[in-house]
């Protein structure tokens, strides 16, 4: 796809306003810019700001199929493309395997490829989400590069090599915890998600609850940025909280037009004992 072709967009375009995501002109263009170089996008943003969500909806917009691998501290790039389970090859070669009905000498059996061995062993192109890299070490994002770059991996136990037939799209997600190095920087493109604006937000908060007032969304979205200016906040609700509270709310019957001081199911927006405290220290000063 080249930068001048405007297929993308066209497609994408359907979900803006009308699905769960709503996307800003400068993150399809980066979308684009990505597809066009062939480089991983990295998308960087707070918990809830649709980062995993815009993989979802580009695989949809490109009609293909979407690969996750949620990222841990233990993540290892290698683990990404595949895992011997040498635990079930002894188990097998112990106990038999009636069920299973294959010869335990078949090592390939007890080959399980990874979301990116997936990925490059697929028969046409995937969108590949590699989601929360900040996660894992600091080795981890340049190793991973090295893997995708390579486009190729062999299965040293049986000798198979894997060769992509398409370089697949990826989506690399990050809450920007930690900094990632530098030569991964430069080999991405990258996009940061801004957190809605009020005006977005309602947009957002539409699609999930049509049914609201305005002067009702207006309540709950005063409420709620009013929550997340707070000072000394150690975790400002999300987007996804603002959408769970609004639903708790409405199946408590509680009037949502009503709603000050207080805030009825807190805990549906604060997710920790300081900001709660804090929020109760401020609510009787």
């Excluded at 072709?5 to 993150?27: E, K, M, N, R, V």
């Excluded at 390939?108 to 697929?122: E, F, N, R, S, T």
């Excluded at 709620?224 to 906040?233: D, E, H, I, W």
């Excluded at 009825?264 to 929020?279: A, H, S, V, Y």
């Amino acid at each position: 796809m080249s930068l001048s072709d405007d297929s993308y967009d066209q497609t994408f375009d359907q979900f803006h306003g009308t699905d769960t995501y709503i996307a800003s002109d400068d993150l399809r263009h980066a979308v684009n810019v990505a597809v066009a170089l062939a480089r991983p996008l990295l998308v960087r943003g707070e918990p809830g700001t649709g980062k995993t969500l815009l993989a979802e909806n580009l695989a949809r917009a490109l009609g293909l199929p979407l690969i996750r691998w949620h990222v841990k501290s233990t993540t290892k790039a290698k683990d990404g493309l595949y895992v011997y389970d040498t635990v079930a090859r002894l188990h097998d070669s112990r106990f038999g395997n009636v069920d299973g009905g294959h010869d335990v000498r078949d090592v390939a059996h007890y080959i399980k490829l990874g979301p990116l061995g997936q990925a490059l062993d697929a028969p046409s192109r995937v969108v590949l989400l590699i989601d929360e890299i900040d996660k894992a070490d600091i080795e981890f994002p340049n190793d991973l590069l090295l893997e995708i770059d390579a486009m190729r991996f062999r299965i040293d136990e049986t000798g198979r090599e894997v060769v992509a037939k398409e370089r697949p799209v990826v989506i690399i997600t990050s809450n920007n915890e930690k900094e990632l190095p530098d030569a991964f920087l430069r080999r991405c493109v990258f996009h940061y998600i801004q957190f809605p604006t009020r005006e977005l937000m309602a947009q957002i908060v539409r699609v999930h609850h049509p049914d609201l007032t305005d002067k009702v969304l207006d309540n709950a979205l005063e409420l709620f940025f009013g929550l997340r200016a707070t000072p000394k906040l150690r975790k400002k609700p999300s987007t996804s909280e603002l959408i769970d509270w609004i639903t708790v709310l409405k199946r408590a019957g509680v009037d949502l037009s009503r709603v000050s001081g207080g805030l009825p199911f807190i805990g549906t927006l604060l997710k920790t004992e300081q900001d709660i405290e804090l929020l109760g220290k401020r609510a009787k000063a």
